[in-house]
């Protein structure tokens, strides 16, 4: 349809009157009215989402909702006490129109809307070329619009009350550019999911570390570990591998999810988010032991907060919308030597997805085997890492200095792809003008922008040498500033790995920081070597370690990598379970799970084995206690002095300082999870009464999980 072909008809006190020449008409009437979507989770604020175009209608919005804190009470404690302000994940649905939105389309497209809005109603305008672009435009203008008034409106609110302004994504719900709301944000957010594919999507994690990164926001937060169908078998050392994952991705400062109250004292694990996990609250029953776990994040942040990235390639998101950060799998056709023949030819077979096959993950939920799970992408460029960035950071930020594309906040890139054509966007929209113009004055400067299949190795020949060189499955991020360079690793694998990692760096003396023990030591073994430093590193199963390397040279212990088992003879354990008033003694530790006594085998909570052993004390080097198998989390005390809680693999405590000649006493107690104790109680066995919980999801079958210490206990030496 072309325009002149148009009749814009007035309406006259809202009535249609008008004279038609003669002919067949169709007459299209176009207004505009709310979605009907509910703010579902508002409570007793329930009502119609507002309008996120609208200034007036956000400003409403914020003044009747979080400035009402501070009307109702004291204002000047308020603002003590309140600090932030969260949106959190976009759940609200989209909007395409607004009172605003022709004016404010024609202010930043140049040309009038109106009349073109049959192309809103599916009807096309002047040629299919014409009719993409002008609904390009529309919704250009939208996601234009979501960072310039909402975004806007809230950051101003937030400082008004002198709150930090802290956000999760807006994509894929809305239509607009995933990385751009950023801008306003002072702490962006991202999520990722515990056992949850069909919801965990990697996109979340991506736009907000790459937001942050190229508008120089260095806290990066992550909602973690949220769970669509939660079964109670949750523990740290399942929980680890997943957080170090999202650590080397990018995010530095962890929110749980979630944290529900339970008002029952007398009904437990209680209350939670309908079975929506993960059950981090006060009747989880490894909540005090969780403090190790939360000692090693802080720690980790502490290290990731330093600095700032060190990331070599920069992926242009392109000028379609909408558009979000480009995906690891999405640049392997693009990319095919930096990824390699074999991250190819697995890639190639997935995307076959030959017979369709379907997986159930987690209980009752079918979906796709060939989805690309984020665990099967650990470190995909093999030592390289990137950053998308979108076309406001192209036109507005960056700029050339020394051969690389940098921009205000310190992000800094020597690569530069320029995405082409792929399956789901087969037409590859051309660059316009401008951003066009922008690439060739960063290419004329020096900036790598590589010819598409790249199928060279690595970048070597650019003089950009990949910045670790690690097994397959290990994961890694670089942080770097003025006394340090932090290079946190961890391993991704469920077993024990010895290899050595290669560094991107020379002249320093490297130091392992252990974030699980708290411990700094020398490795036993290092090397420089054509300009980069080899560090033999062991990582326990799903082990991690800082590979430290300070601008200033410091003393600090040497790694003890040689053992020596010690023999210590405990010839029979006391084993008490409190929550049903049972003990029992036994020659060797056990599985609870396979024990007769229903009491027992259905058993959830704490338990305290304790055994004598005879000590003497005629050697040098430090006494260490390996647990063996232990389901799930374990406390160590001899002689009554607390020597740490073991959570994850090497399950090891260093008993040294607590040992004395003579008899000794070892405790350790030991917690499992609720899963076995929810089976018992589904069938009648429950262990000890008040045994509830409105999550009504369990493990698949009719099996037990193992609990309780099951060893073997061993003792060993360290030597220097």
Not at 70 to 85: I, P, Q, S
Not at 444 to 462: M, N, Q, T, W
Not at 650 to 665: K, Q, S
Request: glycine content about 8%; some cysteine.
């Amino acid at each position: 349809m072309q325009p002149d072909e148009l009749i814009n008809l007035p309406l006259y006190q809202g009535r249609l009157t008008a004279r038609l020449p003669e002919g067949k008409w169709r007459i299209l009437r176009m207004g505009h009215t709310a979605t009907g979507h509910v703010n579902a989770t508002a409570g007793g604020g329930k009502g119609l989402e507002c309008d996120k175009f609208s200034t007036k209608a956000v400003q409403k919005q914020f003044s009747n909702w979080f400035a009402e804190m501070f009307k109702k009470t004291d204002e000047a404690v308020a603002r003590r006490v309140l600090k932030y302000m969260h949106v959190d994940s976009w759940e609200c649905g989209s909007q395409n129109w607004s009172d605003n939105f022709a004016a404010e389309f024609k202010k930043r497209r140049g040309y009038d809307l109106m009349p073109y809005l049959p192309l809103l109603a599916g009807i096309p305008m002047e040629s299919a070329a014409r009719s993409e672009q002008i609904l390009r435009d529309v919704r250009t203008t939208i996601g234009e619009l979501v960072t310039d008034v909402f975004y806007t409106v809230l950051a101003d609110c937030a400082r008004q009350y002198d709150c930090r302004f802290s956000a999760e994504c807006v994509a894929p719900t809305m239509v607009s550019d995933g990385l751009m709301h950023y801008q306003k944000v002072d702490l962006p957010m991202g999520e990722f999911w515990l056992n949850s594919p069909t919801h965990d999507k990697p996109n979340d994690m991506l736009d907000a570390i790459s937001g942050a990164h190229i508008y120089g926001k260095n806290i990066i937060q992550a909602e973690g570990f949220t769970e669509i169908r939660g079964v109670w078998d949750e523990d740290p050392a399942m929980l680890k591998p997943l957080l170090d994952r999202n650590y080397a991705l990018g995010i530095n400062k962890l929110f749980f999810h979630v944290y529900t109250h339970n008002p029952w004292m007398n009904h437990r694990p209680g209350m939670t988010l309908d079975g929506i996990g993960l059950f981090f609250q006060r009747d989880q029953t490894w909540w005090e032991e969780g403090k190790s776990f939360v000692d090693y994040i802080t720690r980790c942040q502490t290290l990731l907060q330093y600095g700032h990235p060190v990331v070599d390639i920069a992926v242009f998101t392109g000028e379609e919308m909408p558009r979000r950060s480009i995906l690891p799998e999405r640049l392997v056709s693009m990319l095919p030597g930096i990824y390699g023949a074999e991250r190819v030819e697995s890639e190639r077979i997935r995307l076959a997805n030959e017979g369709q096959p379907t997986r159930v993950r987690p209980v009752g939920v079918t979906h796709s085997a060939n989805m690309a799970d984020p665990e099967d992408w650990v470190n995909p460029m093999r030592g390289y890492a990137y950053d998308s960035f979108n076309k406001d950071a192209l036109l507005r930020l960056a700029k050339a200095e020394n051969g690389r594309m940098v921009l205000p906040g310190g992000a800094s890139y020597k690569v530069l792809v320029l995405p082409t054509a792929r399956p789901m966007n087969p037409d590859n929209l051309p660059l316009s003008p401008e951003a066009q113009a922008k690439v060739e004055e960063l290419r004329v400067a020096g900036v790598i922008i590589p010819k598409l299949p790249y199928r060279e190795d690595d970048f070597s020949s650019f003089g950009v040498e990949r910045d670790v060189l690690l097994p397959a499955d290990v994961a890694y991020t670089h942080r770097s500033g003025e006394e340090y360079e932090i290079y946190f690793v961890a391993n991704q694998v469920d077993s024990l790995r010895t290899f050595n990692a290669s560094f991107r760096i020379a002249g320093r003396t490297p130091e392992l920081w252990n974030a699980v023990t708290g411990t700094i030591t020398r490795p036993a073994q290092w090397k420089e070597a054509d300009g980069r430093t080899e560090v033999a590193l062991s990582l326990p199963a799903n082990g991690s370690v800082f590979v430290v390397f300070p601008k200033e040279y410091s003393e600090v212990s040497p790694e003890r990598t040689e053992r020596e088992p010690v023999s210590i003879l405990i010839k029979e354990w006391t084993v008490t379970f409190p929550s049903v008033r049972k003990t029992v003694t036994r020659p060797v530790l056990f599985d609870w799970s396979k024990e007769e006594d229903e009491k027992i085998r259905y058993y959830a909570g704490h338990a305290t084995y304790r055994g004598l052993f005879r000590w003497k004390n005629e050697q040098d080097g430090r006494i260490i206690l390996r647990l063996g198998k232990v389901a799930n989390v374990a406390t160590v005390r001899v002689n009554s002095i607390a020597c740490g809680t073991a959570w994850t693999a090497p399950y090891e405590v260093d008993i040294t300082d607590a040992l004395r000649n003579g008899t000794n006493v070892l405790e350790v107690e030991v917690v499992n999870t609720w899963a076995n104790a929810l089976r018992g109680a589904d069938q009648d066995k429950a262990p000890f009464e008040g045994i509830w919980t409105n999550a009504k999801f369990r493990l698949p079958g009719d099996g037990l999980l193992p609990a309780g210490w099951m060893g073997p206990c061993e003792f060993f030496r360290t030597k220097e």
